[in-house]
């Protein structure tokens, strides 16, 4: 990928984000939420639910208990529903269409210091898109 636009990096991470999203949102609706297992400790056990039932399925376990996630682990992915997917998705496609019309500043980002805030934005959406496609530079 290294012949890729910052653009191009933008609209394919739009895309596989988007991809992701319509999958899950279609499998479970979005928002979710976590729903502690046992007590209110934030580091306990939490169940992951969609808006109508369990995220996590399987065999129950040891001693009846069905699948978990960490209390951190499953607040976090509750946070990153699909309909937040879709928005960075969005947000995604926004700053590739910026590039495509600021392309100076799409191609300046990779300097130590921006020196103004739309330079930098870029810079972050550049970086986020590298990440969601595998850290490809």
């Known amino acids: 990928m290294p012949d890729q636009t910052p653009a191009d990096l933008l609209r394919a991470a739009a895309a596989m984000v988007r991809e992701a999203a319509t999958a899950a949102e279609a499998d479970a609706p979005s928002p979710w939420h976590s729903q502690p297992r046992h007590d209110s400790d934030p580091t ?5 639910w969609d808006a109508h039932s369990p ?16 209390g951190p682990v499953g607040r976090y992915m509750a946070l990153l529903h699909p309909g937040v997917g879709a928005a960075l998705a969005d947000w ?9 019309a600021y392309p100076e500043m799409a191609h300046d980002h990779d300097r130590p210091a921006c020196d103004d805030y739309a330079c930098d934005v870029m810079g972050r959406a550049v970086d986020l898109a590298r990440e969601l496609l595998g850290g490809a530079s």
Do not use: I
């Open 44 to 48: 306990s056990t939490v169940s992951l």
């Open 55 to 70: 995220l996590l399925h399987g065999a129950t376990g040891t001693r009846g208990r069905g699948p978990f996630v960490t």
């Open 92 to 100: 995604l496609d926004a700053a590739a269409d910026m590039a495509v």
